[in-house]
């Protein structure tokens, strides 16, 4: 009878544990950089990489824009240009958007498929992932965290990297 019992709370300690064994950590930005710094706040994490732009981008529909970014920097061999996208309300980071800085528009198909297995290795197995718009050539694949929403995304004319707040977490 103590056997018994023993057992089954073994069992039920295993149970418990189960959803915690192959559960990924969560991110919280990107490198650096954490959801709700200032621009101050990340110029000084990003010390002798991140600059003011000469042109602030602005992304309107999302009450967005970045007028810091890193230039040239370097993924797997290839330049990006990285935009720290700031809610225009707070002043605070809500996105960081990276895009491949040359215009070779030929190797974007490539560098997606060589970055895939590294964010795979990087965050684990993909949320999301989707090739079905041949019209457009458009793939996605998406990492999805509590604080973070990381998509890659490539379409013949761009290559595109997006850490994001999740839809509902964004009132930081």
């Not at 718009?133 to 998406?142: L, Y």
Request: glycine share 6%; charged share 25%.
């Amino acid at each position: 009878m103590k056997t018994k019992i023993i057992v089954c709370f073994l069992f039920f300690g295993l149970i418990c544990a189960l959803p915690t064994f192959g559960q990924l950590k969560d991110v919280q930005g990107w490198r650096e950089a954490k959801w709700g710094m200032t621009e101050d706040e990340i110029l000084k994490a990003f010390k002798g990489e991140a600059v003011h732009l000469d042109k602030a981008q602005d992304w309107d529909q999302l009450n967005l824009y970045a007028s810091i970014g890193i230039n040239n920097y370097d993924i797997n061999g290839d330049k990006y240009n990285v935009y720290f996208a700031m809610d225009k309300t707070a002043k605070t980071l809500k996105m960081i958007q990276i895009y491949a800085a040359d215009k070779q528009y030929g190797l974007f198909q490539m560098r997606f498929k060589n970055l895939e297995p590294i964010f795979t290795e990087k965050y684990g197995a993909p949320s999301f992932k989707d090739n079905s718009d041949r019209i457009v050539n458009k793939s996605v694949v998406a990492w999805y965290f509590p604080s973070t929403k990381i998509e890659l995304q490539y379409m013949d004319y761009s290559l595109m990297i997006t850490y994001s707040v999740p839809r509902g977490k964004d009132k930081i």
